[in-house]
């Protein structure tokens, strides 16, 4: 049991966001090992309420970057007017090289059987910390974090 579970914690820790990426051609059978792990995903009385668009097309990647994706991509794509389009995910190899970002520890996300209120924020103090914190810690460098 523990190896499987240190090879699921290899995937997850090695996780990170990506926002660039280097022109690559990703080949179909990887795009269908990504989708073969999607159709396992819950869902409510697995129903499945989804349909996943594969985009190749250069030009329409290229679109998928305006704001309004309702309106100017799913035309593009032959979404049907009743389906909307909730999520756009991108794959390649990263054009930079990732680095993992800062996790919060256990002990300040964690409570046994009930709230500890050690860790609680105000509104205020949240209001506080987004002020003068949040911007420091955003991208950080795991191993910059204190
Ligand atoms: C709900 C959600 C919304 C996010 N929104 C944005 C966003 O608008 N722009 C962006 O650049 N990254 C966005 N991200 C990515 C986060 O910035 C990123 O997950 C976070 O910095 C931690 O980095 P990591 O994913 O590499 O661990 C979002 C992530 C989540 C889960």
């Known amino acids: 049991m523990t190896s499987r579970y240190e090879s ?16 690559a051609e990703i080949p179909r059978a ?18 499945q309420p989804w349909h996943f668009i594969v985009v190749t ?14 309106k100017q991509v ?16 991108c794959f390649g190899p990263p054009l930079k090289p990732s ?11 964690v409570s046994w059987d ?3 209120p050690a860790n609680a924020m105000t509104d205020a103090q ?3 910390w987004v002020k003068t914190t949040r911007h420091k810690v955003m ?3 795991e191993s910059r974090v204190d």
């Open 57 to 70: 097309d250069e030009g329409a990647k290229a679109a998928i970057g305006q704001d309004d994706i309702q």
């Open 126 to 128: 949240i209001n506080e």
């Open 74 to 89: 799913k035309p593009l794509l032959s979404g049907p007017d009743e389906l909307s389009i909730i999520d756009v995910m």
């Open 30 to 47: 990887h795009v269908e090992m990504i989708l073969g792990a999607a159709r396992h995903a819950p869902s409510g009385a697995n129903a």
């Open 139 to 141: 991208y950080r460098d």
């Open 99 to 109: 680095y993992k970002r800062g996790k919060k520890w256990l002990d300040q996300i």
């Open 8 to 23: 699921l914690m290899d995937v997850v820790r090695s996780r990170m966001t990506n926002r660039a990426f280097a022109p």
């Open 114 to 116: 009930r709230f500890d």
